[in-house]
């Protein structure tokens, strides 16, 4: 089966939307840029018909929307203040990162004590967000 350019580009562009959408792990619209980037290729490649120039143009266009979308995302944590309690999904190693489940997601996790690990399937309270990343201690620290 061959498939013409705009077809691969259409495919392409399709399943990184709907990837935006339907993953739980928060994308932060870079797979939407590059599936949007992708499915306006898809018009370009009917122009110009030089596979190595449409991934450039799909290149840049993903990556200038990228940009674009970052004015969409939150700068503050004001928005992760309104629930302040998760539920580890795999252990939070001394030091290092895990995975927590907080408003729906799942994110990247650190404990705010380096020296502390936190074991999967604990509840944690949520300090602050650095980036993508949340701060987070064990639930039972407030009963100290």
């Known amino acids: 089966m061959n498939l013409l350019p705009i077809q691969i580009w259409l495919i392409i562009g399709i399943a990184l939307c709907v990837l935006e959408l339907l993953v739980p792990l928060p994308t932060f619209l870079i797979a939407g840029a590059m599936g949007v ?17 449409q991934i450039v143009v799909w290149m840049l266009l993903a990556g200038s929307l990228a940009i674009a979308s970052r004015r969409f995302i939150p700068k503050d944590s004001n928005q992760l203040k309104e629930s302040s309690e998760g539920i580890t999904i795999t252990e ?10 907080y408003e729906g997601g799942s994110w990247k996790a650190k404990c705010d ?28 620290w407030l009963n100290h």
Do not use: D, F, Y
């Open 37 to 53: 980037a992708a499915l306006l290729v898809a018009a370009v490649s009917l122009i110009l018909p030089i596979p190595a120039l």
């Open 92 to 101: 939070i190693p001394a030091g290092a990162t895990g995975r927590v489940k």
């Open 113 to 140: 004590h380096p020296q502390t690990a936190i074991a999967a399937h604990q509840k944690v309270i949520v300090l602050r967000r650095q980036g993508t990343t949340l701060i987070v201690v064990p639930e039972n």
